[in-house]
């Protein structure tokens, strides 16, 4: 059975997360940046929104130079803590839809790959289906969007997600494989930088087209053997490196707003409650424990703070984060008068679960 690989790549991620919270910034040019301890002087750009990048606006720009370009850009800072919330709200709608826990590999916070060839028995009609199911349940669940690629590998997925970026679905089934990569300009291919790009322009090599037909031990005496030897595989839209969690320690959250800004302790509570439970339900099937509890609130005002507990052994039991959870929150009730705009719960430090119940320890 042909192998079926889903690339999912957020689109504009933190710009598009700062646009949900505010509303008034649709429609306009949104520019994240990465302040320096200089402050607003200094910094570069993490990211922004396609209205940015159209005024030339991008990644690791100055901040200084991405203010000329567009005076009247919105411009923000970086609010990391925030953004890994959201992302692990994501990696489990996509994880939940991989063939299994091993079938899935985050990559960075805002994109992964996920194998889903038994789901749908090599199919790609039904992988298609299985990807608008992801971008909608992205959508629904975290009302931001994201480019989904899919291809019998990861290079190919890679490079199909971004094909049709924002908002897209591409499918590149084997057999079309050749005709995609060919006219690309080598800069295209997944895992050429710019330096290789222009050692390969030096060669003469400008297209993937003329890298595939190119000779591989040519490849190989300017690049050595096994940069030699991807440069020709990738070219040719071969790739078989599996899709693998890079690592066990991981974490598990959810987020979601309250119907308005609010202190009610009702509201906060019968939220985190319905939270609590989605994570322990991924947590059980899962079959891991965890050894932190983390509660974020973002209030009224946009500022994120968190509170977290750890503990000396590993649990699993709902009662547990529960108890602490629950803690935590009368803690940020008690410290501020600002009203709560979102709340979220997260488990970190994972471990396969033994089947035992843990002790509970600080």
Same mark, same amino acid.
């Given at each position: 059975m042909e192998r079926v690989i889903?690339? &999912?790549? $957020?689109?504009?991620?933190?710009? @598009? !997360?700062?646009e949900r919270e505010e509303p008034m910034l649709k429609g306009k040019a949104v520019v994240v940046c990465m302040y320096s301890n200089r402050g607003e002087s200094g910094g570069a750009v993490s990211t922004s929104n396609y209205i @940015?990048? +159209?005024?030339?606006?991008?990644?690791? $720009?100055? /901040?200084?130079?991405?203010?000329?370009?567009?005076?009247?850009?919105?411009?923000?800072? &970086?609010?990391? @803590?925030?953004?890994?919330?959201?992302?692990?709200?994501?990696?489990? !709608?996509?994880?939940? #839809?991989?063939?299994?826990?091993?079938?899935?590999?985050? =990559?960075s916070i805002d994109e992964a790959f996920l194998e889903i060839t038994e789901s749908c028995n090599g199919d790609? +009609?039904? @992988?298609?289906?299985?990807?608008?199911?992801i971008k909608e349940e992205v959508k629904s669940q975290e009302? =931001?969007? /994201?480019? &989904?690629? !899919?291809?019998?590998?990861?290079? =190919?997925?890679?490079?199909?997600?971004?094909f049709r970026k924002p908002d897209g679905i591409t499918v590149i %089934?084997?057999?079309?494989?050749? +005709?995609?990569?060919k006219p690309m300009p080598v800069k295209k291919l997944w895992g050429i930088g710019k330096v290789t790009e222009d050692k390969l322009i030096e060669m003469g090599i400008t297209t993937v087209k003329e890298l595939a037909a190119f000779n591989v031990m040519e490849l190989i005496s300017v690049f050595g053997k096994n940069k030699g030897m991807w440069l020709k595989q990738a070219a040719s839209g071969q790739d078989d490196s599996p899709v693998k969690?890079?690592?066990?320690?991981?974490? =598990?959250? %959810?987020?979601?707003?309250?119907?308005?800004?609010?202190? #009610?302790? #009702? $509201? !906060?509570?019968?939220?985190?409650?319905?939270? $609590?439970?989605d994570v322990v339900s991924k947590v059980k099937k899962r079959k891991v424990s965890f050894r932190s509890v983390t509660v974020t609130v973002i209030f009224s005002n946009f500022k994120t703070s968190t509170k977290s507990r750890t503990f000396n052994h590993a649990v699993s039991d709902r009662e547990i984060l529960a108890e602490n959870a629950v803690e935590?929150?009368?803690?940020?009730? +008690?410290e501020s008068t600002i009203n709560f705009r979102r709340v979220g719960v997260r488990v970190g430090n994972l471990q396969e679960s033994t089947g035992q119940k843990s002790l509970f320890d600080f």
């Open positions: 889903i690339h &999912v790549d $957020m689109d504009y991620f933190y710009a @598009a !997360i700062e @940015a990048r +159209d005024a030339g606006i991008r990644s690791a $720009m100055p /901040c200084k130079l991405a203010k000329s370009k567009k005076p009247d850009a919105v411009f923000l800072p &970086v609010r990391k @803590a925030f953004y890994e919330e959201v992302s692990a709200n994501v990696m489990e !709608i996509l994880r939940s #839809n991989a063939d299994s826990e091993e079938s899935f590999e985050k =990559i790609y +009609d039904i @992988a298609k289906e299985i990807g608008l199911r009302r =931001i969007t /994201c480019s &989904v690629g !899919i291809g019998p590998n990861k290079l =190919i997925a890679k490079m199909a997600s971004s %089934r084997p057999e079309e494989t050749e +005709d995609f990569l969690e890079r690592t066990a320690s991981d974490q =598990i959250g %959810r987020m979601a707003s309250l119907k308005n800004d609010s202190r #009610n302790e #009702n $509201m !906060i509570f019968s939220l985190l409650d319905e939270l $609590m439970d935590l929150m009368k803690q940020f009730l +008690d």
